[in-house]
């Protein structure tokens, strides 16, 4: 079993910027895909960003592509979301992901952190 502890949320204004970490222990790999997604009020966990295990591949979402860029340290075993000109329906719960296996569904996901808030001020 894989734990995920997520820090770096919070509340900011629209344009400003922020950076999620995702640190890994228990039995993970380093060849593992990492992923985040954001959940918002009332709705199901949505894909935002993955990064394959050699680092040399990302995908984003088309609503942050351009703002948010992930990233990974195999020697933390840890994950980034850097997060840039932030809006206000960038609000959500941010949730990071890892496994064996990636894609843009939750359910492909073997770990999860527990999610951190971030709010956006317009």
């Known amino acids: 079993q894989v734990q995920l502890v997520e820090s770096g949320g919070g509340l900011v204004q629209a344009g400003d910027s922020l950076r999620l970490s995702c640190a890994a222990s228990g039995r993970f790999f380093n060849y593992y895909i990492w992923g985040w997604f954001r959940q918002f009020p009332g709705k199901e966990r949505q894909f935002v960003a993955a990064i394959s295990g050699s680092g040399n591949s990302t995908n984003y979402a088309e609503a942050v592509k351009g703002r948010f860029t992930i990233s990974k340290d195999n020697d933390k075993k840890s994950s980034y979301l850097q997060m840039n000109n932030l809006k206000p329906e960038d609000t959500a719960v941010y949730y990071c992901?890892?496994?064996?296996?990636?894609?843009?569904?939750?359910?492909?996901?073997?770990?999860w952190g527990q999610g951190t808030q971030v709010t956006v001020s317009s």
């Open positions: 992901a890892t496994g064996p296996r990636g894609g843009t569904m939750p359910s492909t996901w073997q770990n």
